[in-house]
């Protein structure tokens, strides 16, 4: 990968401003919100805050990964790929860097709100391991996602209307997931299993000490589980590897 590619591309990714507030505000503003509701601490730790974390900072490395596209849109896809091909390097050569720095801006973001969060609220994250884990697979997935849209949509538009579609879908379902009881049968099946997101959070979720005292999530205390749920997410990113590198093969630029 170029380097000096990358470092234009991890400039660019900093220099808005605007949606570095947004990707940073919004999921700080709804922990806290859900901090400041459920202020009951059980053996020091907020755990309404704590799960509502979990899943706004798995959630928006779905939204933070919107400059894969975007990048790849407006350099390779616009009058701008003139220019690129007027540059020393193969306009191919531009993909990897726009994809990397748009991957690290989202993981960056997410880790700036999980400090933040952290340092406001006595957060409890279970297993750590597991967390990073989640944590990269589904920015992994964020990222993926937002190639075959760059892939498949027709403009830049048109991608960000199915990236927004395709983000606020999967937190909805996630929404219902937590408000549905968790038994055996084809609505928990359907709930478990019909998103990243999901998948993710019940991963994380399945190592924690407190599973039992939490409503209607009635999640045992499991790393066989949770290790399952990461095998999924894990097989997912697999799939839209493969379709994203049989696809980039067939595309020109």
């Known amino acids: 990968m170029n380097a000096i590619i990358f470092k234009h591309y991890v400039k660019r990714s900093l220099s808005n401003l605007v949606d570095m507030a947004l990707v940073l505000g919004i999921p700080l503003g709804f922990i806290l919100l859900q901090g400041s509701i459920t202020s009951d601490l059980i053996d020091g730790y907020n755990l309404g805050a704590s799960i509502n974390g979990i899943n706004m900072i798995l959630g928006f490395q779905f939204f933070g990964t919107w400059l894969v596209f975007q990048f790849l849109f407006q350099d ?3 009058d701008m790929r003139f220019r690129l091909g007027a540059s020393p390097w193969s306009i191919t050569k531009f993909v990897a860097p726009a994809v990397t720095a748009g991957w690290i801006y989202s993981i960056v973001a997410g880790l700036i709100v999980i400090g933040v969060a952290s340092l406001i609220f006595p957060m409890y994250w279970g297993n750590l391991l597991v967390f990073a884990i989640v944590f990269l697979l589904t920015s992994i997935i964020g990222s993926l996602i937002c190639i075959l849209l760059f892939f498949f949509a027709k403009d830049l538009s048109t991608a960000s209307t199915l990236h927004y579609v395709i983000c606020f879908g999967f937190m909805g379902l996630s929404m219902l997931w937590f408000n549905i009881p968790f038994e055996d049968g084809i609505i928990l099946t359907i709930a478990s299993y019909s998103n990243p997101l999901t998948i993710g959070t019940r991963a994380m979720l399945h190592t924690w000490s407190y ?3 939490l409503g209607f999530l009635r999640l ?5 589980q949770a290790f399952f749920n990461i095998i999924i997410l894990a097989a997912v990113s697999f799939v839209l590897v ?3 590198v049989v696809t980039g093969r067939r595309r020109t630029f």
């Open 76 to 78: 390779l896809k616009s």
């Open 220 to 224: 045992e205390n499991s790393m066989g």
């Open 211 to 213: 599973a039992g005292e």
């Open 242 to 244: 493969v379709i994203a």
